[in-house]
């Protein structure tokens, strides 16, 4: 295996990679063109969720802490956009940056309790959070605002007139654009210093500590980014459906952010897409043969993969590909590997 | 007044479920240091079989009895089946495994019996008893019941040779299996405990709920309150903790408004995490590095 000279928690990007990238990057920018608007939609909420899963991962696969509560994040991302939006406050694109800084400060907010909450406490505070929210939303208190169990209608927003695409189009673009800047992000963030502290306290907390690492600076940290990235999937989400209401936001829209994150593939950047395709389309064909069926798919493909594929779809690509890479070019392969091995033998 | 003790009686009952199922919470994080979130759905799913034994004319009690026996067996299953092979597995893939289980007992008990709300039985009269006027019979028919299961638990616990293997097996699984206790066995034995105190829960909850697959979210909440609150390694005071918050989510629905009774089992949790996470009867655990 092929060693960096410095350890980093997501792989380094070589032209390669950089050409499949582009490849991709085309493709995605074309496909709104050569199908139907439903299906244009589907994607864009696809997109929505990768950029959610890819928030949760980076908690929860990067840094080891459980949520399973971030429903609750989306749901205030969402009305944060659609409160502004309904009040004439902001124009839609505005909205998304505030409902991620109001996402990343109620996260970090939560993520300071949250540091003395090891494992098991952590998820079990955050499901209360998950299963309290659409109570806390459909309050009077806050009626006048959110609209109580009603939820907000939104309008949906126009392209600019210079642009000849239908409004499902334009907002794919919209979202497709914010997913390759936030994609961008993570994989900046998650590839230097940072990335390589928020693995350590994953996998050794206390050598990490003793390393010089902040634990509890980080970890409150990776809980409000991973809020701020979960909050601007959820307004872009409320703008792609249109609407929001408390019900849509139950504790099953936080379990599915877990199952896509699981089958996608833990601690990857590429498997939150892999995940977000997976929750948009799976229950699509599972609906056809019973209500209860999209979930049964999901809670056996949890169980299953935990068996089976730990890492998920990202895993089990990365070990195809490095089995076919190996018998392309096994002289590198063996380079690489056989110094250390020579070290210990002497 | 009158409403306050009115609203603190009847929070009483519906404190004695939050308590079973904060037991059979406790009885399991004692055995393997887990939380199991599927545990409300299994109560869930034991009382659809009580409810299609009584539909297939089963008298109740017969139901009741074939159900929780059932619900013993299946406990034991999913340990040897589904838990055990991960059970060295990092807190996250256990905690996963749990969600999926919750998933699939959800999603099944709504294909087999549909999301319908079906009405459930109470085995005790219309009329209160003994002319009380606060609490219905069902109130205090279900406190009774869920007290005996307690003591029966305790007895179990703490004179039975079996229950001292598996407290032994809890406690120090290493020497355990040296003086030759089966300790994998206690572990499904805790297992099927749990799930029998949860079905027992389940059926006593059923009449005031209504059965449907989704009833026992809110419950499994108040459980996981009361089980923190009181402790989550001390079966007493995980007890007492779900009597405390049935009478409290009573006690402020009355004052602040019903529509906040679930984030008061939020702020429950997270106040109890951040100011006393052993809770109150637990003991303070201090990890040597």
């Known amino acids: 295996m092929k060693t960096p000279p410095l350890l980093s928690a997501v792989p380094a990007l070589t032209s390669r990679h950089i050409a499949a990238l582009a490849v991709l990057l085309a493709l995605a920018c074309a496909l709104p063109f050569l199908i139907g608007n439903y299906r244009v939609f589907q994607l864009t909420l696809a997109l929505v969720y990768a950029i959610a899963l890819l928030g949760l991962n980076m908690l929860t696969g990067y840094n080891g802490q459980i949520s399973l509560g971030h429903g609750a994040f989306y749901a205030i991302g969402a009305y944060t956009a659609a409160i502004l939006m309904d009040h004439n406050v902001l124009p839609y694109w505005a909205t998304i940056p505030v409902a991620g800084i109001v996402c990343l400060v109620i996260g970090f907010l939560f993520g300071l309790p949250a540091l003395r909450l090891e494992g098991l406490y952590l998820a079990l505070a955050t499901f209360a959070l998950g299963v309290a929210m659409p109570q806390i939303l459909k309050h009077n208190s806050i009626e006048p605002w959110t609209g109580g169990s009603q939820g907000i209608v939104i309008t949906k927003p126009d392209p600019p007139a210079w642009l000849p695409v239908s409004q499902d189009q334009w907002l794919y673009m919209f979202t497709l654009a914010w997913t390759v800047l936030l994609f961008f992000a993570a994989w900046n963030l998650l590839r230097g210093r940072i990335g390589r502290a928020l693995v350590a306290i994953r996998d050794q907390p206390v050598a990490a500590q003793a390393m010089g690492v902040n634990t509890a600076l980080y970890k409150s940290l990776a809980f409000g980014v991973s809020a701020l990235y979960t909050g601007i999937a959820g307004a872009l989400g409320a703008i792609a459906v249109q609407f929001v209401a408390p019900d849509s936001f139950s504790f099953f829209l936080s379990i599915t952010f877990v199952v896509g994150v699981v089958v996608g593939g833990l601690a990857s950047i590429s498997g939150a897409l892999y995940g977000a395709l997976f929750i948009v389309f799976i229950p699509n064909i599972a609906d056809q043969i019973s209500k209860a069926a999209p979930w049964a798919i999901y809670g056996v493909f949890l169980i299953g993969l935990m068996y089976l594929m730990p890492s998920g779809v990202a895993g089990a690509i990365r070990i195809a590909r490095r089995r076919w890479f190996d018998r392309e070019r096994p002289s590198a392969a063996q380079r690489a590997a056989s110094p250390p091995a020579r070290d210990v033998q002497v | ?289």
């Not at chain 2, 219905?136 to 039975?160: K, P």
């Not at chain 2, 572990?187 to 105190?197: E, Q, V, Y």
């Not at chain 2, 009478?247 to 402020?252: A, G, H, K, S, T």
């Open chain 2, 1 to 289: 007044m009158d409403l306050l003790l009115h609203q603190a009686l009847s929070g009483l009952a519906t404190g004695g479920i939050y308590a079973s199922v904060a037991l059979a919470l406790v009885m399991i994080y004692q055995a393997t240091h887990l939380v199991n979130f599927a545990q409300g759905e299994m109560a869930m799913f034991s009382t659809y079989l009580a409810w299609s034994l009584m539909q297939a004319g089963v008298p109740y009690w017969g139901a009741f009895a074939i159900t929780v026996v059932a619900a013993f067996v299946g406990g034991v299953l999913i340990e040897r089946v589904v838990v055990q092979p991960v059970e060295n597995s990092p807190i996250l893939s256990l905690v996963i495994v749990f969600i999926g289980l919750l998933v699939i007992f959800n999603s099944v008990a709504g294909w087999i019996f549909t999301y319908t709300i079906k009405p459930f039985p109470s085995p005790f009269p219309e009329q209160p008893l003994f002319g009380n006027r606060y609490l219905s019979s069902h109130d205090m028919g279900s406190t009774a019941v869920t007290l005996v299961v307690l003591s029966l638990v305790f007895v179990f616990f703490r004179f039975t040779p079996l229950g001292l293997a598996m407290r032994a097996a809890a406690q120090n699984p290493v020497s355990s299996r040296l003086v030759g206790v089966r300790v994998g066995w206690m572990l499904a034995l805790g297992w099927g405990l749990a799930s029998a105190i949860g079905a027992v829960a389940g059926i006593m909850v059923a009449p005031v709920v209504f059965l449907e697959p989704n009833m026992m979210g809110g419950i499994l909440l108040y459980a996981f309150a009361g089980a923190l609150l009181g402790g989550i390694d001390s079966p007493g005071g995980a007890v007492l903790g779900g009597f405390i918050v049935g009478v409290l989510e009573n006690v402020i629905g009355v004052y602040v408004g019903s529509e906040l009774k679930l984030t008061m089992a939020l702020v429950i949790i997270v106040g109890v995490l951040v100011v006393r996470p052993a809770g109150l009867f637990g003991k303070v655990h201090v990890a040597r590095v």
